[in-house]
């Protein structure tokens, strides 16, 4: 069992503190924000994710996992993890780095020598290359006495599988320090741990620079994996072809693969497109940014997938959507999670209703999210409330509620039997069976 302290306790730091403490560990979770303190506390998770109250409250009641808004009360942790957000930077696409340097001023203070052994400060957050130095530099500077060390150690969970992705990752990476120091940290590090290691996670040490990247570069893969699909299923639309059987195809390559090759109306969320942004910023202030210009394509392709839908819903509304009622299934920017942070979803429902159509937008998870940040959207609870004399339906999250959906019975409700699917998840031929116009997306 390791004290561990874990600061900003959002997505990230909440799943990591609740994961670690039923694991054993003795773990504080730190956050600014007394709301969402006082909501983990109770026992109740502040976003969607499958299973996690369920293990908040085992946590708690273990007595292993406490939250608090005062960062003095990281003393005593041997191990201090680093998981506040680095959103955009508005009208720039840069990483903002404010919630990092914050955390660590913060933290600085509070750390001191500890009985166990060498105290270890982890970042977890998504950082541009470089962070994790001059964050390591600062601790040697600021907090000599504590003989603190800098590990970085990125994380790559995914929303809807985020314990899954936390208990059994699919890989460690540990940027170190130097030396002896940077050894013993590992030391420390692998005791933490102990129960993924010995599922004989993969393992990689590597230096902080490497370890930053590495996490900046795989999600960079993932959404070019997805524009490429995309992108093909542009060529599809132009030539009659069918992307979802190239994708199987081509997937079958073991090469390839088959994961992150659905084509739809692209990425959002809270991390690929703020990081391939981000990513190619930092390309630019290392003079480099030409190794990146191909993440421009991916953002544009990306992009082009929303106005291509919005373009699809118009013309299902005769050309013109003033006084049409359009209907989007799903708002979160993928199913399991009730995150609309830069969601296709939105953004879709968004610019049609710009366009003048009444729309009605639903959500198992997500509405009160999208009441939040879009509160003049018509919000309804379920599909065939949503589709009340529709002229067009829109699915753009592919909740399985929304897949397997009957469309005789949602054929009953609406005006028009359209439907547009953005995910290509529903089957074609049953909503043709039941009388509807089938638009897919990259599909005959
Ligand atoms: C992503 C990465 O997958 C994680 O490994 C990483 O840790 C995380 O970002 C992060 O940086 O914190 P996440 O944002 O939860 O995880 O979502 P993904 O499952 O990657 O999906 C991203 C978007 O791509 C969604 O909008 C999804 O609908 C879309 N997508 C995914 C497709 O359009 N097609 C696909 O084939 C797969």
Redesign the pocket.
Known sequence: MTQLSVIGCG??GAVHAACMADLGHEVVGVDVDPDKVAQLAAGKAPFHEPGFDDLLQRAIASGRLRFTTDIAEVHGSQVHFICVGTPQQAGRNAADLTYVHAAVEALLPHLAVHADGPVVVVGKS?VPVGTAAEIAARIDADAPGSGASLVWN?????????IQ?TVAPDRIVYGLGPGDRGQAARVVLDTVYASQLERHTPLITTDYATAELV?VA??SF??T??SF??AMAELCEATGADVTQLAEAIGHDERIGP??????????????PK?IRAFMARAGELGVDQALTFLREVDAINLRRRTHVVELARTACGGDLSGARVTVLGAA???H?D?VRD??ALEVASTIAGAGAHVTITDPAALENVRRVRPDLNLAADPLEAADRADVVVLL??WEEYVTLDPEQLGTVVAHRQVIDG?NALDPVRWRAAGWTYTGLGRP
Do not use: H, M, Q, W
Not at 259 to 272: E, N, Q, S
């Open positions: 997505y990230l998504t990125p994380e790559f969970l995914r929303e809807g599988f985020a992705d996490k795989a999600n993932l959404a994996k997805i699909i995309n994961k992150f090759l659905r084509a739809g109306v692209g990425f959002g969320g809270g991390c690929l990081d920017f993928k199913p999670s995150d969601s296709p999250t592919e995910r």
